[in-house]
């Protein structure tokens, strides 16, 4: 479970991202966080896994308080919280299996890392993460090769390789088409119901969102204006997520044609 407990976050810069969060989280939930441009979302999703810091308040996950751990407990809690990001972070001019065996690097030794030597249970366990995702036939290819929504889906293999117990992704269909966008979210929603991986989800595509999600978690500066099951977002509450800005329509249209 991920609790946020009074939660505030002001960057050095004096900006308040986030303001009075409190959320909970129970282990295979599928989370969607919205709301416009600067609301507070990626903050809000980097706080978990201590890419940020909070300022005030605490933040546990599975009971611990994230917020004092140090060096290699903050790398095993990384270990636990797979990140996906809109532009993939992956090493495009080598192999697909060689970006999902780079989850292993943490747990090898140091001479291993160097001449790039994997035991035979971290390779299986890699095309196993491969095949989840639909495309184990394309791990000795180079991910230069392969489509915007592929290499998203190498990026998954990746995190799933590490075995996590949660997913945070950061607009993971931001670059991606239409039909893609559902490939890859189709991938998300079969992991987290078949894995229980719980998936918290960073997106702009508000009906994207809707169709998948589980829950919706509204920020508006800084502040959760609404949380609760994917069936009661009405449209007033997309207005009021939205602060009836014309962002709302923009998204609300680019995802009309999203769905067509
Ligand atoms: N590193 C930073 N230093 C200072 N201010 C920041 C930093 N990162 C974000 N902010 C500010 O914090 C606020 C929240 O930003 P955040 O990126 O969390 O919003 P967001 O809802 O994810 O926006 P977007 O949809 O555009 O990615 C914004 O006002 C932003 O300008």
Redesign the pocket.
């Known amino acids: 479970m991920i609790e946020f407990m009074n939660v505030d976050k002001i960057?050095?810069?004096g900006?308040q991202?986030l303001q009075n969060l409190n959320l909970k989280i129970e282990q295979g939930e599928f989370v969607a966080v919205i709301?416009?441009?600067?609301?507070?979302?990626?903050?809000?999703i980097r706080c978990i896994n201590r890419m940020h810091d909070i300022t005030e308040g605490q933040l546990l996950v599975d009971g611990t308080d994230i917020t004092n751990l140090r060096g290699k407990q903050v790398r095993d809690l990384r270990r636990r919280i797979g990140m996906i990001f809109q532009s993939f972070n992956l090493v495009t001019r080598i192999s697909v299996i060689k970006n999902v065996l780079v989850s292993f690097v943490p747990d090898n030794a140091l001479w291993r890392n160097i001449i790039g030597l994997y035991t035979k249970q971290q390779k299986v366990k890699a095309l196993e993460a491969l095949d989840k995702v639909g495309i184990l036939e394309k791990a000795y290819i180079r991910v230069d090769q392969l489509s915007g929504g592929q290499q998203q889906r190498v990026a998954l293999a990746r995190t799933l390789a590490q075995n996590p117990a949660i997913i945070l992704a950061d607009?993971p269909i931001a670059s991606l088409d239409p039909v893609t966008s559902k490939l890859v979210m189709d991938d998300f929603k079969r992991i987290n119901k078949e894995m229980n991986i719980s998936v918290i989800m960073?997106i702009?595509h508000v009906e994207v969102a809707l169709e998948y999600a589980d829950r919706i978690i509204g920020?508006r500066a800084?502040e959760v204006v609404f949380d609760g099951p994917t069936s009661k977002v009405t449209d007033d509450i997309l207005h009021d997520i939205y602060g009836g800005n014309k962002e709302y329509k923009t998204a609300f249209e680019e995802n009309h044609a999203h769905v067509q």
Not at 36 to 44: N, Q
């Open positions: 960057y050095p810069n900006t991202a709301g416009l441009s600067g609301a507070g979302k990626s903050t809000l607009e960073n702009h920020v800084g």
